[in-house]
């Protein structure tokens, strides 16, 4: 890499995240050639196709050492892990490698075990994305002001030059850097994503598994809809997640859990009672 010009980068998984890093890398002038990797041939010709990478990367295929300065892991957890089992010998010295996985304390781990100290492992999360899947929803623009953690451990420096060089890369596509341990991470994302994610799919399952299921979808408004819009994301992106985080999204399972159970235990003794204070169900709402 040459100042801020990385020679070249691999992107493995060509799919929305992967697709949309490679697209926004192109725009920003900061890469001299992008190429890619994917399970599937189609979704590589696609990618070829449409301009979203320059070439292909044959090294992983062929068993050879990829010549990229940048390797950039876009697919599922497990798959992350998988690959960094896999091929974690078959990047270049010097090389930098990154992930967009949803958690990090399993990459993280694998990487540390499978790359080969010549070269430097970064985790990486966009917190950006859509309910929506593949090549053909990517877009330069995903990232835009959107939080993008890069995993420092405390005895890191963030200024040091990988973490720095990485760091101002993805600034030129827009995002909002911050730096966190692994466990930070894990646990942030289990209360302001994993939860979410999980209670717009119990949403969903209640309304669907109503008799009346039929009638309330032509009844709801924009609330439901907003509620329960994350409830169409895929699972074998969130199997994945939820199997690498479970220790903290159960925790904040059960602090959402003790919420619903006062309100559930409030209402019921107004129904019972003839009460109407509502004192701790009301400390959820805006006062107005």
Same mark, same amino acid.
Request: aromatic letters at 6%.
């Given at each position: ?9 691999? +992107?493995? %998984?060509?799919?929305?995240? &992967?697709?949309?890093? !490679?697209?926004?890398?192109?725009? *920003? $002038? =900061?890469?001299? /050639? @992008? ?91 966009? +917190?950006? %994305?859509?309910?929506?899947? &593949?090549?053909?929803? !990517?877009?330069?623009?995903?990232? *835009? $002001? =959107?939080?993008? /953690? @890069? ?138």
């Amino acid at each position: 890499m040459t100042g801020q010009r990385w020679e070249r980068i691999t +992107v493995i %998984g060509c799919g929305l995240i &992967g697709a949309s890093f !490679a697209l926004a890398m192109k725009r *920003s $002038g =900061a890469c001299a /050639v @992008l190429d890619g990797w994917d399970k599937s041939s189609a979704v590589l010709d696609a990618a070829l196709e449409c301009g979203v990478i320059d070439d292909v990367d044959q090294s992983f295929a062929r068993g050879d050492v990829s010549s990229s300065d940048l390797i950039y892991l876009a697919m599922p957890v497990e798959e992350i892990i998988m690959f960094l089992r896999d091929h974690g010998r078959q990047f270049k010295t010097g090389a930098i490698v990154t992930d967009a996985g949803s958690t990090k304390t399993e990459i993280c781990h694998t990487a540390l075990h499978c790359l080969p100290e010549e070269c430097l492992f970064i985790g990486g999360h966009p +917190v950006a %994305g859509s309910h929506f899947r &593949g090549l053909a929803h !990517a877009t330069p623009d995903l990232f *835009s $002001g =959107a939080p993008y /953690v @890069l995993i420092a451990g405390r005895d890191q420096i963030p200024r040091e030059p990988a973490l720095g060089a990485l760091k101002e890369t993805l600034e030129l596509l827009g995002t909002r850097v911050t730096f966190m341990t692994a466990d930070e991470h894990d646990r942030a994302m289990a209360l302001v994503s994993h939860l979410p994610q999980i209670v717009s799919g119990v949403m969903a399952a209640v309304v669907r598994g109503d008799p009346d299921a039929a009638a309330l979808t032509n009844v709801s408004g924009a609330g439901f809809r907003d509620m329960t819009r994350l409830a169409e994301s895929s699972w074998s992106v969130w199997r994945s997640i939820l199997k690498t985080n479970p220790t903290h999204i159960v925790a904040t399972l059960e602090m959402l859990i003790e919420k619903l159970t006062t309100v559930r235990d409030e209402l019921k003794g107004c129904r019972e009672e003839g009460g109407d204070d509502l004192k701790m169900t009301r400390k959820l709402f805006v006062e107005s």
